[in-house]
């Protein structure tokens, strides 16, 4: 076997694909940095307000839910080479307009949610088609390699990016952070840049006519990508609430400081990074029971962290549910991406990233006012249950109707006559 076909890093071996995560890793880490930045600013100029970071992160996400599907349509329509160059150069310059307000003690709180605003926007636009771009970068075969190394960088950062915002943090203040994010973006366009058109696996583009409500009805069409969206949707809305569940878990359980907390974040981000490394190996689009077995084992494991008696069990439960949630979301992404007809594959990624990103913010509001009656445990039972029920629901939905079918009494068969033969 050639041991280019066989390592987890074959992706890296295409050169625009090479240049593409270069970029990314960059990016994403200063986008992990902002968000520290940020959300500490926001707390320091509150008087530590939850009500205020939560309207931060509701202005953020408000784009997502708006205009995702009309990014996707974007992207579907033009050459996504361009729509992610435009959105790095749009988000670095609203980054850098930050920046230069922070540093320059005039920056406000109003500042910081148009900021929110101004960037979902972009990501709303930027998100499906770069998820739609690795396609082209890799072709079909490659797809999910690329995709799990994508995921992997995503982990990564999210680990780095943090832990070094906070030495930043402590050491200048947010504002050499929000510059640093904002060139980091450079990276990502540079990347872009650099790229041979010419190597590229595109399909051809849609037409005018097609639009936001042709790429719905096409999922409609076609079960086999409506199952795996609507399970997504359950355990987005109810079962990913983990920047919510996690510090209330450290704090009004286990009674634990900030560090302690940032080590159960850190053993979730570590699974998945793992569960991202593990799905390197896959080289076609999954089968069904991939995607309901993942969520069954993700629903089983969130349930579990709720029973955790302690520290340490939970510590060792939330890796193996970071494992589960990125495995689950990998082969969620992995079975629509790969299933679709590439002239409606940015739509379809944009309703993934309208139900996986847009979903969870509401499903926080119904989490913590759970929570807040009665206590952080019944989030991560709620969560649980209701991803384990509906990966039963898909899992035993098809046996049921055969069953029903096979008992239901065939009315044309003709009756039995009575007799001597």
């Known amino acids: 076997m050639d041991k280019t076909q066989a390592s987890p890093f074959r992706s890296l071996a ?34 530590d307000s939850a009500t205020a970071l939560g309207t931060l992160t509701a202005l953020q996400f408000t784009p997502v839910l708006l205009l995702t599907l009309y990014g996707g349509r974007l992207a579907d329509r033009y050459d996504k080479r361009l729509l992610l160059t435009v959105a790095n150069l ?24 148009l900021f929110a605003v101004g960037l979902g926007t972009v990501n709303a636009f930027e998100v499906p ?15 999910p390699n690329a995709s799990a190394l994508s995921a992997a960088y995503f982990s990564a950062a999210r680990v780095a990016g943090p832990a070094v915002s906070g030495l930043l943090i402590s050491a200048a203040g947010t504002g050499p952070v929000m510059l640093l994010n904002a060139a980091s973006y450079l990276a990502a366009v540079a990347g872009l840049r650099m790229m041979r058109p010419g190597d590229m696996v595109r399909a051809e583009p849609a037409g005018r006519a097609s639009g936001v409500l042709d790429g719905l009805r096409y999922v409609r069409t076609r079960p086999d990508l409506v199952v795996p969206l609507a399970l997504l949707a359950v355990i987005g809305l109810l079962g990913f609430n983990f920047q919510l569940t996690l510090p209330l878990l450290a704090k009004t359980v286990f009674h634990t400081d900030a560090t302690a907390f940032g080590l159960l974040t850190t053993a979730f981000a570590a699974g998945s990074l793992f569960a991202a490394f593990a799905t390197t190996a896959r080289r076609g689009r999954p089968a069904a029971r991939t995607v309901t077995g993942s969520a069954l084992a993700f629903g089983v494991l969130e349930t579990a962290v709720g029973f955790a008696p302690g520290y340490l069990s939970a510590a060792v439960l939330l890796c193996l549910t970071g494992f589960a949630t990125m495995y689950f979301a990998q082969a969620v992404n992995h079975r629509i991406q790969l299933g679709s007809d590439p002239r409606f594959r940015g739509r379809v990624m944009a309703l993934y990233a309208l139900i996986l990103q847009g979903l969870t913010p509401l499903g926080a509001l119904l989490v913590g006012w759970l929570m807040a009656r009665h206590g952080a445990r019944s989030g991560l039972w709620a969560g649980g249950t209701a991803s384990l029920t509906a ?31």
Do not use: C, I, K
């Open 14 to 47: 295409v050169r625009n694909f090479r240049l593409f995560a270069a970029g990314q890793v960059v990016s994403v880490a200063g986008t992990w940095m902002m968000v520290v930045s940020q959300d500490w600013l926001v707390l320091d100029m509150t008087g």
């Open 90 to 113: 749009a988000s670095g310059a609203l980054a850098l307009g930050l920046a230069v307000l922070v540093l320059a003690g005039d920056v406000r709180l109003w500042h910081l949610y």
């Open 129 to 143: 088609a770069r998820m739609a771009f690795v396609a082209e970068l890799v072709g079909p075969d490659l797809l």
């Open 391 to 421: 990966a039963l629901v898909v899992l035993l939905a098809p046996r049921l109707r055969r069953g029903s079918r096979s008992t239901a009494p065939d009315t044309a068969a003709p009756a039995p006559v009575s007799g001597r033969r």
